[in-house]
């Protein structure tokens, strides 16, 4: 059964023009389908096997506006077209025994393209059922019907967004045979145009929907590789800064260790000292043991402070209360004096005049530097003279502390056994000025006496290492 012609010749050939042209025009309109149902399908094209990859226009229509507006506009335009086709049959072949066939078909294709959206874009079974029995009763449409042709252009996207790429190759060939045959049954003639128009264009679009799948791939795997550097940038910047956090932490105890050491722990040392003294005392001298139990106050209510201080802001307590280094140094040698009550002498000077206030990291420093340098003249020298001189250069600031005490055998810096030097003193004044980007010297021989120097530069203030 075929759609028969009616009128003239002349309208018949007419009629014969636009379908040909119509089916042209309709193969045409695949090129354009094609290339946005690529764009459409970027979400599930995957692998590198044509028949593994799929063009998943439905997913990325949920997420990508442009693709959801493209889908609305084919299915806008299958019901447009299957509408015009029915309406033509109707105008051209009133009456016609088939004409109830026809119009239940076209309903039937129509409520059939209405439940696509609703089975989901994957090619499922239940999926591709539904798209093979859509093609059947357009295809059988066609044959009674060749005008119906024109509802090729939405059945090329939705078998392309849906389909594998070999499969929907071969429904795009087949879809273009029933639109050639359909040209040729409502041509007066043979047309060369009708039969190799629509298979290139078709071949065209094809190509350009092929070429899309794989630039959708490489994208994918770009935007996969750029997440992949993101995620290792995101994970070296983590590992970056924990490993920061671990060396802070670090640093900041060895400070700390340094701190308590020059202050709380040396005074805890004199304090115990002096009670000692005074214990032994007690009974034969009253006044002495008194006055070493005064000193040994003094000495707690100093490392009160200093703990408060620690509290606060970890600065020393002598900087504290104003007057910079030098009036620090001189508070300093004065307790020290004091504390010995005539057994230790200690004098203070400076030399020069600093071009500007000194950091507050070197003051702190080397008033460390010259707590701990005073504490083991103290406790381990036997001296009985003692002297700190602080010396302002252009480039630099120099501390020196010397005693006239029994002296020792110095040894270089990192040789550190058994027999050296008790405690945590001398290393910890060589990290604070080691910190500083300074050095730390120390000219010392048995029954000379001692000489410790700590000089700072006052360019860098950076540990170089």
């Known amino acids: 059964m075929v759609e028969h012609r009616s009128g003239s010749p002349d309208a018949e050939a007419a009629e014969a023009g636009a379908a040909g042209t119509a089916g042209v025009a309709g193969t045409a309109g695949v090129a354009g389908a094609t290339a946005e149902a690529g764009a459409a399908g970027v979400g599930q094209v995957a692998g590198s096997d044509p028949d593994a990859q799929v063009a998943g226009a439905g997913q990325v229509a949920g997420s990508d506006p442009d693709a959801r507006w493209l889908a609305l506009l084919m299915h806008a335009a299958f019901f447009l077209l299957l509408g015009a086709s029915l309406t033509r049959f109707l105008m051209r072949h009133p009456g016609e025994a088939r004409t109830p066939w026809i119009i239940a078909l076209s309903i039937t294709l129509a409520v059939l393209y209405l439940l696509g959206p609703v089975l989901g874009s994957r090619p499922t079974p239940r999926r591709l059922t539904w798209l093979g029995v859509l093609v059947i009763v357009w295809m059988?449409?066609?044959?009674?019907?060749?005008?119906?042709?024109?509802?090729?252009?939405?059945?090329?996207?939705?078998?392309?967004?849906?389909?594998?790429?070999?499969?929907?190759?071969?429904?795009?060939?087949?879809?273009?045979?029933?639109?050639?045959?359909?040209?040729?049954?409502?041509?007066?003639?043979?047309?060369?145009?009708?039969?190799?128009?629509?298979?290139?264009?078709?071949?065209?679009?094809?190509?350009?929907?092929?070429?899309?799948?794989?630039?959708a791939v490489r994208q994918r795997e770009l935007a996969a590789r750029q997440r992949e550097l993101i995620d290792d940038l995101l994970r070296t910047r983590r590992e970056l800064a924990a490993t920061e956090r671990r060396e802070g932490t670090l640093a900041e105890r060895q400070r700390l260790s340094m701190e308590i050491h020059d202050t709380l722990a040396q005074g805890l040392s004199s304090q115990q000292m002096l009670l000692q003294a005074a214990d032994r005392t007690w009974s034969a001298d009253p006044d002495a043991a008194r006055r070493h139990v005064r000193t040994a106050t003094g000495i707690a209510e100093r490392n009160l402070a200093e703990a408060r201080r620690f509290v606060h802001d970890l600065a020393p307590a002598d900087l504290a209360e104003g007057g910079g280094l030098e009036a620090?140094?001189?508070?300093?040698?004065?307790?020290?004096?004091?504390?010995?009550?005539?057994?230790?002498?200690?004098?203070?000077?400076?030399?020069?005049?600093?071009?500007?206030?000194?950091?507050?990291?070197?003051?702190?420093?080397?008033?460390?530097?010259?707590?701990?340098?005073?504490a083991n003249v103290r406790e381990h020298s036997g001296a009985t003279a003692a002297g700190l001189t602080l010396t302002h250069l252009d480039d630099r600031v120099v501390l020196d502390i010397g005693d006239n005490g029994r002296g020792f055998t110095a040894e270089p810096e990192g040789v550190r056994g058994a027999r050296t030097v008790r405690g945590h003193g001398l290393p910890a004044m060589r990290a604070r000025v080691r910190q500083l980007g300074g050095t730390l010297t120390i000219e010392s021989a048995p029954g000379e006496g001692t000489v410790l120097s700590a000089e700072v530069p006052l360019t860098t203030t950076e540990d170089p290492t």
């Open 140 to 215: 059988v449409l066609v044959v009674l019907a060749p005008s119906f042709a024109w509802c090729a252009v939405p059945l090329f996207y939705t078998g392309l967004r849906i389909l594998p790429p070999r499969a929907a190759l071969a429904l795009v060939a087949l879809l273009t045979v029933f639109v050639v045959a359909a040209q040729l049954r409502l041509a007066d003639g043979f047309d060369p145009n009708l039969v190799l128009a629509p298979p290139a264009v078709a071949a065209v679009a094809t190509a350009v929907f092929v070429h899309m799948q794989r630039q």
């Open 328 to 374: 620090a140094l001189h508070a300093l040698a004065a307790r020290e004096s004091a504390q010995a009550e005539g057994a230790l002498t200690v004098h203070c000077h400076v030399e020069g005049t600093p071009n500007a206030p000194l950091p507050d990291r070197v003051q702190s420093a080397l008033l460390r530097i010259a707590q701990g340098a005073l």
